[in-house]
């Protein structure tokens, strides 16, 4: 197995080479790219499927100085990832061999290699198993994802590929430290020296923690998500796809091995597994919300995948408190939960991006408010974005309700043996879990309506037709995955079981009896082909029913729609503005702290800047206007956002303006009323008993 | 039929109907429903009476009976009587009540990891009681701080003497009477004196809005 | 054996949802000192609109034309799992808790859906404000039904009855304040005023529906009595399990199914008097009420924690 994936590495990088020498020749270049690609992927895709039911498979060859020995491991866990990549990549090559026409002037010699050399350098860092090479592929990865970023050369995604690589540098120095803190406990850079070292717990925590935040800013998870929706909605939408299904889920492959696998030894810490849960159940809840701002179908996505990040985590997290507090069957599931969200995670939300790319292809724009009507026009994108949306809605009987079933038996049968303040934690999981599947309904209802339904609201609506035959069956390739992995999840379920298994070194957990899924913990049982059998049927019975009844009464179709007694138009149409504006009535504190960071920030970088020039210079020219919008209908409108201020303070004003502030700050501490005051003695009471208490 | 059960589930049930005096709207309702909590405190004390088989309990059951349930909602009552439309005491509290019900909920459970290292004389099964009664402290506070009306905030004066009261009976349950009447003397007193501050208060200022008597306004 | 009870219930649901709402709307009547309509009358509506030739819209596509049926089925497959005459689960496999409220997210989907591709604005309003309604009421139900599956032991609906039925649901207040918090929570999602985000009629001229006729309109007015009747009786079947079957004899059959009406009805008669007692509320401020809702959701988990 180990071989296919080596030689669809050969593959990956003689196509990508071959396409940039012949870039000149646009065709050419494009179909050796992305033939070479497909073929590449499918071994790839063969290889990791076989590595699933092997033992691990461990090479190693010498390099010039002792720490740079080339050393590969394919575990069942790295088959798995290499699976979901290659699944991705031959879905997004397949989609580029018409959607890569428009990108003849950019490049597509260079998109081809850097593409390639991408899918190249994922795999290499999932099979890496010795610290130098791993953040050598890692680099790797990252740098050639930055030049697909930018490929466009306009000013946002420049803006937003500077930003993704400073993240991703962020990332890359918090993961070298956890690394270089293990090295140093064992003397060398292999990660098989680490895994059989137990380290100290001060050293086990300081390198999770590290590994943690640094492979969560690769992932995407809050706080450091910010890059996400610039980067993402930038770059070509099969890149897109394969960036947040495949590279976003390197993050968390990284999360599990450092845990799992590197510091397995010495055993984990309670308190680790309740930073993960945490951080997944405020990304999840923040991802969403986010997202439902959005009026960019692109931007929107990458925020879905923010929230997807924090329900992998839930899982992950469960697994990593069970496996700390010595509960097994609870590490099983949780991590069970967290694998079986990761694939599911990748086939809906690549499907989704290249749904996008698809509306982008045909109607030029990725502006939600001007778009409408595009089902007609549309009708297979249509079908494949909306099982999409069902399926990320975790609407049953798609794969995505699987897996967040998986996820809430986990977190429920946790708490059900858990203390009371882990009880505390997982129910603020749960909850979060249950706000953002909302949440999620309505944004991709708001996502799905707006874009593909109602009427058209411009003219490139209007001009919109269906995309080429292998976009098409790039995105019917991965509809049917979707609903093949949510029905087949008897089947899929095992394999993923026997997975997290062999992470843990104990025996698969039971999670099939026939057709159905159980979870043994919490006494329940669900079945996806069952359910979807019945609910055909009774939706079936009822459909026919009413067209019986069609039948013989008749059906007209009315162009002109009752709106109670006006004359309908285009501007009664639901806008996305219009969701998010709904949203933001309920949920207005959690725009309010993005807002807010953002006005500090801003104010903090032009304070610097204010500071650094010389006195006298005028204010920086105000930002570019934005172009003409394309319809009426188009009302610029993102949820949140403070306008930046035209005059910043100089640098002495600024110490003033500082010392007023406080100033202002102490005045309301101290109000005069003496409700504060009681409360100020009374916390202070409470504060000092406690310190009492602990010191004892 | 006595057993510690039936003094948790009395305890929650004090929770609940202090919950209820917080949120009250109208100063009448709020009297009521203080009555109705001193009943379920009541039979707090008369239940762990039982359980500690101590004789104590019951005469001091008896006698918060006489205090809390009948004579202090009289006093109040009477007071709002006298101070008549003046008395504003539906005044809207400063916290919403999602939020007022969400600090209650925060508040037993920091009372009760805070008395989960405590040994106590009588059981540990009454445990929870004790957490219960030690947030009476702090649901007491809370009414005083979010009530704008000063006549509401007596009532959260009147909870966390409730508190310390089933406390002090949880600790200490072989206390003699005489302990039992100087705590209820001081309650009946301390009533009395805050009613007839809050009668002159309205008299002279017209208001009972604590916002307008901070800045002194009328 | 069970199969068949399965398919009895859900029939039964489906004939006497209408009933019920025919009920509910004689209260108000009574309450608005009028005579009313007979309580048949809705099942004289849904006849008639059967027969009638449908129109739909000219530019909506073929989810206007899904929605119902989808709306229709996925409720009466719920109502097939619940355990409502029996205390175990008929169909287990739709009988967990999470399965119960995603399945109730596919028809507030489709009906959000189908209610933005018209193009009418107060359809839209109506639809967009459904969602919100799920919104608001996800986080109260879920800490409701966390709470009991962490007092019973598992998240499968019929175990839940049967702990509360046997009084073995360990932290027994906790289990009471949930009990209160899912009747309001069940209140709020049954649509009753005010929390009629998506049909107020008085706003926005009952919304969505305003996009359906015929047989369409038959089978979404059917669709929406059956999803209050659903939502009652999941709230029946967990905290008043009293009195249903325990074992599949056909005499405790019959004795549980006429429990189970009793309890229904009861449940609907305070809800409609409840309902006809309050005023509107501006829309924004319904936030409150939600909240207040998952403020006594949290106090149950904070007893179930502490173990009273």
Not at chain 1, 621 to 638: L, N
Not at chain 2, 129 to 144: D, E
Not at chain 3, 243 to 253: D, F, N, Q
Request: hydrophobic share 55%.
């Amino acid at each position: 197995m180990l071989e296919l994936i080596l030689l669809s590495l050969g593959f990956s990088c003689v196509a990508g080479v071959l396409s940039l020498v012949t870039s000149k020749a646009h065709a050419a270049s494009k179909t050796i790219a992305c033939v070479g690609g497909m073929g590449a992927a499918a071994l790839s895709f063969i290889g990791g499927l076989g590595a699933l039911f092997q033992a691990a498979t461990y090479v190693s060859w010498a390099g010039p100085m002792p720490f740079t020995n080339f050393t590969l491991l394919l575990n069942p866990l790295a088959g798995l990832l290499i699976a979901v990549i290659a699944a991705l990549a031959f879905v997004a090559w397949l989609y580029g061999l018409s959607y890569f026409d428009e990108y003849y002037e950019t490049g597509i010699g260079v998109i081809g290699f850097f593409m390639n050399l991408f899918i190249a350098s994922m795999n290499l860092v999932i099979l890496a198993d010795n610290a130098f090479w791993f953040l050598v592929f890692f680099e790797l990865m990252s740098l050639t994802s930055y030049v697909l970023v930018i490929i466009d050369q306009t000013e946002k995604s420049l803006k937003g590929g500077f930003l993704y690589l400073i993240m991703a540098h962020i990332g890359f120095l918090m993961i070298a430290l956890s690394f270089f803190a293990m090295a140093s406990a064992t003397g060398s850079l292999e990660f098989e020296a680490f895994r059989t070292h137990a380290f100290a717990p001060g050293i086990a925590t300081l390198a999770f923690v590290l590994a943690f935040f640094g492979f969560g800013a690769k992932a995407g998870m809050v706080p450091f998500h910010s890059w996400l929706p610039q980067a993402h909605p930038a770059a070509p939408s099969n890149v897109s796809a394969l960036m947040s299904g495949g590279m976003i889920k390197i993050g968390i492959f990284g999360i599990c091995k450092v845990c799992f696998d590197l510091l397995g030894a010495a055993g984990g810490e309670i308190g680790w597994g309740v930073l993960v849960i945490i951080i997944g159940a405020v990304s999840s809840v923040l991802g969403v919300v986010y997202a439902l701002g959005e009026h960019d179908l692109k931007s929107l996505l990458a925020y879905h995948s923010v929230e997807n990040i924090g329900i992998i985590l839930l899982g992950v997290g469960v697994g990593i408190y069970g496996w700390a507090a010595g509960l097994p069957w609870l590490a099983a599931i949780g991590l069970l939960a967290g694998l079986y969200h990761l694939v599911n995670h990748a086939m809906f939300k690549g499907l989704l991006f290249l749904g996008a790319g698809s509306v982008l292809h045909a109607t030029g724009t990725r502006n939600m408010e001007v778009l409408g009507g595009l089902a007609k026009a549309m009708p297979v994108t249509a079908v494949c974005f909306l099982i999409g949306s069902l399926a990320i809605s975790a609407i049953p009987p798609l794969n995505g309700f699987v897996s967040e079933w998986f996820t809430y038996q986990g977190l429920i049968g946790a708490a059900m043996d858990g203390d009371i303040f882990m009880r505390i934690v997982f129910a603020f999981a749960v909850v979060a879990l249950a706000i953002t599947g909302a949440l999620a309904v309505t944004c991709f209802v708001k996502a799905f309506g707006v874009t593909f339904l109602a009427r058209p609201r411009s003219e490139a609506a209007e001009r919109a037709h269906e995309v080429p035959a292998p976009m098409k069956a790039a995105m019917v390739i991965l509809t049917v995955a979707c609903i093949a992995l949510g029905l087949g999840a008897a089947w899929v379920a095992p394999v993923v079981s026997s997975i997290a298994g062999s992470m843990l070194a104990t025996a698969a957990l039971p999670v099939v009896e026939g057709v159905t899924l159980v979870s043994l913990d919490t006494v329940s049982v669900v079945s996806p082909l069952i359910m979807a059998v019945l609910m055909a049927v009774v939706i079936a019975l009822c459909a026919l029913a009413r067209n019986a009844a069609n039948q013989k009464a008749g059906v007209k179709s009315d162009p002109d729609t009752w709106a109670c007694g006006y004359q309908a138009d285009l501007s009664m149409e639901t806008l996305a503005s219009t969701v998010g504006a709904n949203v933001k009535t309920f949920m207005g504190p959690l725009y309010a702290i993005r807002s807010g960071v953002n006005r500090a920030g801003e104010a903090l970088s032009r304070l610097l800047g204010r500071a650094l020039e010389p006195e006298g210079e005028k204010a920086p020219a105000a930002p570019a206007k934005p172009d003409a919008p394309i319809s009426r209908y188009d009302r610029d409108r993102t949820v949140g956002i403070a306008p930046a201020e035209q005059h910043a303070p100089a640098l002495s004003n600024s110490v003033l303006s500082v010392v007023s502030d406080l100033g202002a700050w102490f005045g309301r501490m101290e109000g005069g009323d003496f409700r504060t005051y009681i409360v100020y003695i009374v916390g202070a009471l409470v504060f000092f008993l406690a310190l009492i208490i602990l010191v004892r | 039929m006595f057993s510690y059960p039936l003094v948790n589930v009395l305890g929650a049930c004090l929770i609940i109907t202090s919950m209820m005096v917080v949120l009250a709207r109208t100063g009448r309702a709020s009297a009521i429903l203080y009555s109705l909590q001193s009943l379920v405190l009541v039979g707090v004390l008369a239940s762990l009476g039982a359980v500690t088989g101590s004789t104590e309990l019951f005469t001091w059951s008896a006698t918060a009976f006489a205090t809390k349930v009948v004579l202090v909602p009289a006093i109040l009552l009477f007071t709002l009587k006298k101070i008549g439309d003046d008395a504003q005491a539906d005044l809207p509290p400063k916290l919403n009540p999602m939020k007022s019900v969400a600090l209650v909920a925060v508040e037993v459970f920091v009372c009760f990891v805070a008395v989960s290292g405590i040994d106590l004389p009588t059981a540990a099964a009454v445990k929870p009681t004790l957490a219960v009664s030690l947030a009476h402290f702090f649901i007491g506070l809370t009414c005083i701080v979010i009530q704008r009306s000063i006549f509401k905030q007596i009532f959260g004066y009147c909870l966390m003497e409730n508190g310390s009261h089933v406390t002090l009976a949880l600790l200490a349950p072989q206390a003699p009477e005489l302990v039992e009447i100087g705590v209820a003397t001081d309650a009946i007193f301390a009533v009395i004196i805050l009613a007839v501050l809050v009668w002159r208060m309205a008299h002279y200022a017209h208001t009972l809005d604590a916002d307008d008597l901070c800045e002194l306004k009328g | 054996m069970t199969i068949i009870i399965a398919i009895l219930q859900a029939i039964l649901l489906v004939a006497i949802a209408p009933l019920l709402s025919g009920i509910t709307r004689k209260i108000r009547a009574k309450m608005h000192a009028r005579t009313g309509t007979s309580i048949f009358q809705d099942y004289y509506d849904l006849a008639k609109l059967w027969k009638r030739c449908e129109v739909k819209e000219g530019g909506s596509s073929i989810v206007s034309r899904l929605a119902p049926p989808i709306f229709l089925g996925s409720f009466i497959l719920l109502a097939a799992g619940l355990p409502l005459v029996m205390q175990a689960c008929p169909v287990p496999i739709l009988g967990d808790i999470i399965t119960v409220l995603y399945l109730m997210a596919l028809p507030r989907f489709m009906f959000a859906l189908a209610a933005i591709d018209s193009a009418g604005s107060y359809t839209a309003i109506g639809g967009v404000r459904e969602l919100l309604v799920g919104v608001l009421v996800e986080p109260s139900l879920i800490l409701v039904l966390f709470v009991m599956a962490v007092a019973a032991g598992s998240t499968n609906v019929g175990v839940m009855a049967l702990s509360v039925a046997n009084l073995s649901a360990y932290p027994f207040v906790a289990v009471v304040v949930a009990g209160v918090a899912c009747a309001m929570a069940c209140y709020i999602e049954m649509g009753k005023l005010p929390f009629d985000l998506a049909e107020a009629e008085q706003e926005i001229q009952e919304g969505p529906l305003a996009a359906y006729s015929g047989p369409s309109l038959a089978m979404m007015k059917l669709g929406v009595s059956l999803k209050q009747l659903v939502v009652a009786s999941l709230f029946v079947a967990i905290f008043v399990p009293f009195g249903a079957a325990a074992t599949a004899a056909p005499l405790e059959l019959l004795i549980g199914l006429a429990v189970y009406l009793g309890k229904v009805l009861v449940v609907f008669l305070i809800a409609s008097v409840i309902e006809n007692a309050v005023m509107r509320v501006r829309y924004k401020f319904l936030g409150r009420y939600t909240w207040f809702v998952v403020g006594i959701a949290s106090l149950s988990l904070v007893f179930l924690v502490i173990g009273i």
